[in-house]
């Protein structure tokens, strides 16, 4: 269905511009549809009857139609084009406005070689506090002190 170009149905040129036309139109092909077609024809006019009773909605090439109508009727480029455009959710709460990333920062993963050195200097650390906990915590002679007054 193209703009500006009149839509024929038995032989009988239908301008889709008008819409007073297009609803004759309409009207003409439910009666003959009723009538004469059945099987797999059906689903065409069933796509033609929707795509001429929502001809002004897919004909607008507005990309913002979508503002100013509360269920609009989107093309697939529009469609396309809006997805473009559009974020999910999730994102606009870490996304400022400058398109960057203001989300709380994320502590990288160390390494298989810097896990090894760290669990190392830990045991280094662990077996000098030991010996300081053994050192500090043997039994010692009780220092007495004599107070004069």
């Known amino acids: 269905m193209r703009k500006n170009q009149p839509f024929v149905y038995d032989d009988v040129h239908f301008s889709l511009e008008d819409r007073e036309q297009r609803i004759k139109c309409i009207t003409y092909i439910l009666k003959d549809v009723d009538q004469e077609v059945c099987g797999s024809e059906y689903h065409l006019w069933v796509e033609k009857l929707s795509d001429l009773i929502l001809y002004e909605e897919l004909t607008d090439h507005h990309p913002y139609k979508s503002f100013y109508a509360e269920y609009p009727v989107l093309s697939k480029w529009q469609i396309s084009s809006r997805k473009d455009r559009e974020y999910n959710i999730v994102l606009a709460y870490n996304i400022d406005m400058n398109k960057q ?49």
């Open 101 to 149: 990333k203001c989300c709380d920062p994320v502590r990288r993963k160390r390494t298989a070689k810097e896990e090894w050195v760290r669990e190392v200097n830990d045991q280094k650390k662990l077996r000098e506090q030991n010996a300081y906990y053994k050192q500090q915590s043997q039994d010692s002679e009780v220092e007495s002190f004599i107070i004069y007054s």
